[in-house]
């Protein structure tokens, strides 16, 4: 293997550490190399220049082979939004426990030292606290960052997200070779064709559904699935993306097939 395939397996083990985020993960590249080969991984990447980047404002910090300092670590947790992470990889690391102590010393909490390739390197990731201790508030504070109530014209993000009745409701390793999956969408019954309802981003679904399943408008939803803009744009339904509890006032909510293969990720 050479140094660049080598490297490029580092950062893409950052990819698996980039937190759900609005309908675009505003990025900081550190080292300035890592963001191209994560836009690989994530199409709903924007990186950012560091002139560009306002205080408490990105979803993810990260750098590879760069020695962390605790100037580095306080810049880090000042542009970081709550719940923002920052991810590093060391190729020429080790996992400590010092190294965990120092993240948590500079103020970040959930902190993870792991090796980063088998034995290879070390990854260290630690997210900035949420100003707010509750968990559906933590999801609403990112949902707000996208628009409610968009059509296709107007939205601008990489993929749409659907309520999803997942039968048999069961995780992919418990399935057998047996089991049959069908997916059925949360949609709006408007004949002649139903209304998906579609979300921006992961935690805008979750910002809605939490609210709708206590109202009742939202019942046996137990995934919420990820589709390209590509798929959406081919499907014969109509989309309401982004709504509103209060906009679904007086509708009926329907449940329709879709084909789990057309998912991004059939098993998120």
Known sequence: MTALQLRR????????????????????????????????????LQPLPRQACQPNSLDAIVACDMALTNDLLDEALKLLRGGGRFIAVQPRGRVSRQLGEFLGDRGFVRILIKPALDDLGVLIRGEKPHSVGEPHRRIQSVARMDADSLDMVRFRGRYLHLLIQQQPNMPAWARTADDTISWRAAAIAAPPQPILLAFSSLPKAVGFMQPAVLAGVIRDVNKVSKFSRETAQIWSFGLRINPTLESLRGERIVYIDIDPASAEAPDE
């Open 9 to 44: 397996h580092f950062v893409l083990a950052m990819a698996k550490q980039l937190p759900p985020s609005s309908a675009t993960l505003r990025l900081l590249d550190l080292d300035g190399g890592s963001a191209a080969l994560l836009c690989e991984a994530r199409a709903d």
